[in-house]
């Protein structure tokens, strides 16, 4: 028998959900990581705070939840109640993103938008990674020879 919660205890577990260091995001900065790539984290002086920061490469990557940034996949659907409370929400969740990519961009930098639900799949993640990061280059200190 499936327990109802109570407004309180909703209220309780959608106050505990964070914005960083998630359990995708951290899928993607594994993944990013063993794959050589190096980045940086959350740089606020950009628009949305980027999740995965490639500054030389210009390039930015967000993982977003498909609940609450409206994917259209089975996690991202609407709750069917409170929904004068959501679909509002929501609906600014989104737009701030149309509008954080559209600085960025304009800015130069290029952006992948990682959905969570595509996290689950470690191959196509990769491929997709190293699709948008292109080679990984490593940089040698003066006097250094690369090995090949």
Same mark, same amino acid.
């Given at each position: 028998m499936a327990d109802k919660l109570t407004p309180e205890h909703r209220a309780e577990n959608m106050r505990r959900i964070k914005s960083k260091g998630m359990k995708p995001e951290l899928a993607v900065r594994r993944l990013a990581h063993g794959l050589g790539y190096r980045y940086r984290l959350? %740089?606020?002086n950009l628009p949305g705070k980027p999740d995965l920061v490639f500054g030389p490469r210009r390039k930015v990557i967000f993982v977003h939840g498909c609940f609450w940034h409206g994917h259209d996949c089975r996690d991202g659907r &609407?709750?069917?109640s409170n929904q004068d409370y959501w679909l509002p929400k929501l609906a600014r969740n989104k737009e701030r993103d149309v509008a954080n990519i559209a600085a960025l961009e304009a800015a130069g *930098? %290029? &952006?992948l &938008? @990682? *959905?969570e639900c595509h996290t %689950?799949?470690? @191959?196509t993640l990769t491929s997709c990674l190293k699709g948008?990061?292109?080679p990984r280059t490593l940089k040698l200190k003066p006097g250094q020879q690369q090995i090949s």
């Open positions: 959350h %740089r606020k &609407v709750p069917s *930098w %290029r &952006v &938008v @990682i *959905w %689950r799949n470690e @191959i948008f990061l292109g």
